[in-house]
């Protein structure tokens, strides 16, 4: 088989026998795409980067940048393999959500108000030393987030849907919500995710608990977090919002006990080497005839 191959990258080579296409010799809006039978949508593009999937009637290998795929289950079909990234995203996610931990129990956004008006207010903060760190989502992700936190003596208190490995499952989060210092998301957006953080899981959050968000944000009701933030009782760090991007003069705006950056997970400096290297494992077992990594989900007539 006649393997092509797009990606944004116009230095990356693949092996031999494979012919690589980029946005110089084959614009997404040209012909040229029709031959392509393996894709990596551009990063951080959304669904406009999924739509030229229904130009490519050879595709047979849909290769995502990213480790969630629910934008493009609406592009599967049954002669198509879908894959995800797993680990490229895992150091940058991972210190980001390390980050939005420490900058909330430290205090960074009263030192930036502070800092905009020229005031020295120094007052005590919370340490994340020995606190109860909830994870809601134990994949490779979640796992990075865990040995990052371990020279802070937290204990971490993980959890997966099914409960693998001794973690705890996703129904068991109710008993012990009320016992977290920090609750972490790092779980994919699915039917049984979206909205699950209601006023009902906030209620439960022990007071000034902190929630951060690195996740989906449909994963969290933003108007029963907006409630509690307002009334002060939690506080909230977000990679991830719903709506998003958040639209201006939205309420989360304009509260102080929330940090907010713009889905910037896993946009660092290492995504760019770790997904080439990602492509690179992945074309060469094209290739060689063999199964590929990270398949998400297969069509019933794929290879």
């Known amino acids: 088989m006649t393997h ?3 990606t944004q990258w116009a230095d990356l080579r693949g092996p031999d026998g494979v012919t690589m296409l980029h946005p110089g010799n084959a614009p997404l809006d040209s012909d040229a795409i029709e031959k392509v039978t393996f894709y990596v ?27 969630g795929y629910d934008d493009a289950i609406d592009y599967a079909r049954q002669d198509l393999t879908i894959h995800n990234a797993r680990g490229v995203h895992d150091m940058s996610t991972a210190e980001l959500a390390l980050a939005l931990t420490l900058a909330s129990q430290r205090g960074f956004p ?63 989060v109710e008993t012990l919500l009320p016992t977290l210092d920090v609750v972490i998301l790092i779980l994919p957006a699915a039917p049984e995710t979206v909205g699950m953080v209601d006023a009902a899981f906030l209620g ?12 989906r944000g449909p994963i969290v009701d933003t108007d029963a977090l907006v409630k509690e933030l307002r009334a002060g009782r939690l506080r909230a760090a ?3 919002t719903d709506p998003e991007p958040l639209p201006p003069g939205h309420p989360l705006w304009g509260l ?44 019933t007539q794929s290879p």
């Open 41 to 67: 949508p551009p990063y951080m593009t959304g669904r406009a980067g999924l739509e030229p999937v229904r130009r490519m009637p050879k595709l047979r290998h849909l290769q995502l940048a990213n480790a």
């Open 4 to 6: 092509v191959v797009w």
């Open 238 to 240: 977000v990679d991830v």
């Open 204 to 215: 439960l959050m022990k007071n000034d608990a902190l929630l951060v968000n690195v996740a």
């Open 110 to 172: 009263d030192f930036f108000r502070a800092q905009q008006e020229g005031a020295w207010r120094p007052q005590p903060y919370r340490s994340l030393w020995r606190s109860r760190i909830g994870i809601l989502g134990f994949g490779s992700i979640g796992q990075t987030i865990a040995r990052m936190m371990e020279p802070f003596e937290v204990e971490v208190v993980p959890f997966t849907k099914s409960g693998r490995h001794g973690t705890n499952t996703i129904d068991d």
């Open 256 to 299: 102080g006990n929330v940090i907010i950056s713009p889905h910037v997970g896993g946009n660092s400096s290492a995504f760019e080497p770790r997904m080439k290297a990602l492509i690179t494992t992945q074309l060469n077992k094209l290739v060689a005839g063999q199964p590929l990594d990270n398949v998400v989900l297969r069509g």
